[in-house]
């Protein structure tokens, strides 16, 4: 089955992602972590994308589409994926069905994260990622271990588009954006929305009972 999650920047999607792909043998796709791996490896495109997200503003349909059908026609991953963040626009929610049409695939669930801005910020200011491992914590709701060997507070470091100023500009971006993409899947029927302000865990087993809810039915 094929999932699209989304959500206001901070609110989750990363983290619910990855236990779903784990528990559901599907394949993430991020279009930050494929926007960010261009700005890490330094190419031409990665350099653009840079300038545009440290600004604030969302990165072009275009570039992103491009990015996002390297997978979509890769039969490795036919019916496995599940999109984090995106489609962020109705332009790009009809995108993404012609692009999976054009390889006999279809969207089979739509998750929607509802996080309130002041939560938002909390989870903006406290978020820091472990240099050596990678995991992800926040000081608010995640603290990272005390006695860690690897995920020691000089280990932590914060992305540099994590200050509040643009977790605020991103937020309202999406607000204004969203509704059009919430209103083109509530239109499939295929939508479900989910309280984003609760605990990982708790949100973790609604989104199974859904998926699993679905795929009885697929």
């Known amino acids: 089955m094929n999932i699209v999650i989304f959500g206001p920047p901070g609110a989750g999607k990363g983290t619910q992602s990855k236990f779903i792909v784990k528990k559901h043998n599907l394949h993430q796709l991020s279009t930050g972590e494929l926007l960010r791996n261009e700005i890490i490896n330094k190419t031409l495109l990665g350099l653009k994308i840079s300038t545009i997200m440290n600004s604030g503003n969302l990165v072009s349909d275009n570039i992103v589409s491009d990015l996002i059908e390297k997978f979509i026609s890769n039969n490795k991953y036919k019916n496995r994926l599940i999109f984090d963040g995106y489609p962020r626009n109705k332009p790009q929610a009809k995108n993404l069905n012609i692009l999976l049409n054009k390889y006999n695939q279809k969207i089979d669930l739509v998750l929607k994260l509802s996080v309130s801005l002041d939560v938002i910020k909390k989870r903006i200011a406290g978020r820091s990622v472990c240099s050596i491992c990678g995991k992800i914590y926040n000081e608010f709701f995640n603290p990272a271990p005390i006695n860690a060997d690897c995920c020691a507070s000089k280990f932590l470091q914060k992305r540099s588009d994590d200050t509040l100023d643009i ?51 697929l």
């Not at 999406?174 to 029927?189: G, M, S």
């Not at 929305?193 to 989104?207: A, W």
């Open 167 to 217: 977790a605020i500009t991103r937020y309202e971006t999406y607000e204004k954006n969203i509704k059009p993409v919430t209103d083109f899947y509530k239109e499939t029927k295929l939508l479900k929305v989910v309280n984003g302000e609760t605990s990982i865990s708790d949100i973790t087993k609604e989104i199974s009972e859904l998926i699993d809810l679905i795929k009885g039915w």
